[in-house]
């Protein structure tokens, strides 16, 4: 187990290291930004994980300027993961050198396809969903995957960014994106959680040395639940119990069941007593008999519902 206040890492192929546990920003409203990185900071999180689409990287770069100037942490300590738009995925370079821009960082420790579609641009850093007149997503027909990844690549021949990865890409997506890419992608970042846990697709990414990230670790937590109407896995009976019998709350339960399946977590939140919550997980450990309880409640239930607002079904 990790040494307190200490989040443990995993090896990438690209040979960097990633913390196990990180933060996510999504959803993190402007003012209180500052307050809760510092405080993540503090607490002992060296792992951020941001968006284009979170409309918040000037937010999160003065966070980090300040962190980085008062000595809270040092550039180098931090793990600083970010994603490509789908409306940029035919201007790669120039979306990237914007998000570090607003960052306030000179190179990326990850940089993420944050969809497996490209769609039609609207201007670096405007992430706004582009539909057509029929209300459905406009999809660009003339950018492959295979060519937003060769310019994904690029950007780290150019120094801009140490790993680059992939994320909400199915098993076919994948094994495709290996087949073509000379640099194999480091990461794919998934929805997986007790109620939705892709088994064949995390067995799949790690046996061909790509790290799991759960970018939906609670699986319909509060922030799920009011954006997507869905149902929450920490209301389940089976974690319930179980999270009583480890003394712990379910949330610690289920991001603990995450690390035991060797993906990473990223839990989001906006309050600091949850941030403190979150991140003690690494002093116990769930048996192996209580794993495969938690396996026992999987239901195939997606939250995480982009459909909802593109009028299209990606995942069709």
Not at 172 to 183: E, G, Q, S, V
Request: proline share 3%.
């Amino acid at each position: 187990m990790a040494a307190k206040g200490v989040a443990p890492a995993l090896t990438l192929s690209s040979g960097h290291k990633m913390p196990a546990v990180g933060l996510g920003v999504w959803r993190m409203e402007k003012p209180a930004i500052r307050d809760l990185i510092h405080s993540a900071l503090r607490i002992g999180y060296r792992h951020l994980d941001c968006a284009a689409d979170y409309q918040n990287e000037a937010e999160v770069g003065d966070a980090l300027a300040e962190a980085f100037e008062s000595g809270l942490v040092k550039r180098e300590d931090l793990f600083v993961t970010t994603k490509l738009w789908n409306s940029d995925h035919g201007h790669v370079v120039e979306a990237c050198k914007d998000s570090l821009k607003k960052l306030r960082v000179d190179y990326l420790d990850l940089y993420l396809v944050h969809f497996p579609v490209a769609t039609r641009h609207t201007g670096v850093g405007t992430t706004s969903s582009a539909l057509g007149d029929d209300g459905v997503l406009d999809i660009d027909t003339t950018i492959s995957l295979e060519t937003t990844w060769h310019a994904m690549e690029d950007l780290v021949s150019m120094g801009l960014v140490r790993s680059i990865g992939i994320s909400n890409y199915d098993i076919f997506l994948t094994r495709d994106c290996l087949a073509y890419a000379k640099i194999k992608p480091a990461v794919n970042q998934i929805e997986t959680h007790p109620y939705f846990q892709r088994d064949s697709l995390v067995k799949f990414c790690q046996k061909h040395g790509i790290c799991v990230t759960a970018h939906t670790p609670l699986g319909g937590s509060t922030a799920n639940t009011e954006w997507f109407g869905s149902v929450s896995c920490l209301d389940d009976p089976v974690i319930k119990g179980l999270a009583e019998k480890y003394n712990k709350s379910p949330a610690q339960l289920v991001l603990r069941w995450g690390l035991q399946r060797n993906t990473v977590v990223i839990p989001k939140t906006s309050k600091e007593e949850r941030l403190r919550e979150n991140f003690e997980v690494f002093d116990f450990e769930i048996s192996g008999e209580d794993m495969e309880k938690i396996k026992a409640i999987d239901r195939n239930y997606r939250t995480n519902q982009p459909a909802k607002f593109w009028g299209i079904d990606l995942y069709a």
